[in-house]
């Protein structure tokens, strides 16, 4: 199953939980919120999260105290 993930800026509160789960996936910018990064992904949500992470991702979204971690099945448009 591919994933692709992304964070809702507006929800991130910079707690920094994805980025401890998946530090290859998240990481914080410039002012200390998470963005997705994987392979240069730019928190766009189009760049395929390998299977290898697909546990960690999982957790990182269930960890996310404000529902910021989005993941899904389809790059985000």
Request: hydrophobic letters at 35%; charged letters at 30%; a negative charge.
């Amino acid at each position: 199953m591919k994933q692709y993930t992304r964070i809702e800026k507006e929800r991130c509160i910079a707690c920094g939980a994805c980025i401890a789960v998946l530090p290859a996936v998240f990481q914080p910018d410039e002012e200390g919120y998470a963005e997705a990064v994987y392979e240069g992904d730019a928190n766009r949500g189009v760049t395929r999260i390998p299977l290898d992470m697909e546990y960690d991702l999982w957790d990182a979204v269930d960890g996310c105290p404000t529902e910021a971690v989005r993941q899904s099945d389809y790059p985000f448009a």
